[in-house]
């Protein structure tokens, strides 16, 4: 089993979502979160005074799955997640030792 985090564009969700979905996703965590990469941020304007934005808006998604659905999962975020300007995120990958569902008991894939 692996973890897969990704770190999306905010607007990118909804469609992410959708296709995650298409691929038989049927479960995903997902935090609101702030932070930069190369980008190192920006600058705005607001009532004629600059400032600097130094911490992005993103979305990180985390999916727990099997080993032979990562490579379809990974493709999928590529496809829907990728605007191809600066900041489209980043894709993160590692092994799961072990699941347990807490209501049941279930363990392994069972318990994804």
Partial sequence: MKKIEALIKPFKLDDVREALTDVGITGMTVTEVKGFGRQKGHTEVYR?????????????????????????????????????????????????????????????????
């Fill in 48 to 112: 004629g005074a600059e400032y600097a934005v130094d911490f992005l808006p993103k979305v990180k998604i985390e999916l727990v799955l099997a080993d032979d659905m990562v490579e379809r999962v990974v493709e999928v975020l590529m496809e829907t997640a990728r605007s191809g300007k600066i900041g489209d995120g980043k894709i993160f990958i590692y092994p799961v030792e072990e699941v347990i569902r807490i209501r049941t008991g279930e363990t392994g894939e069972a318990a994804i």
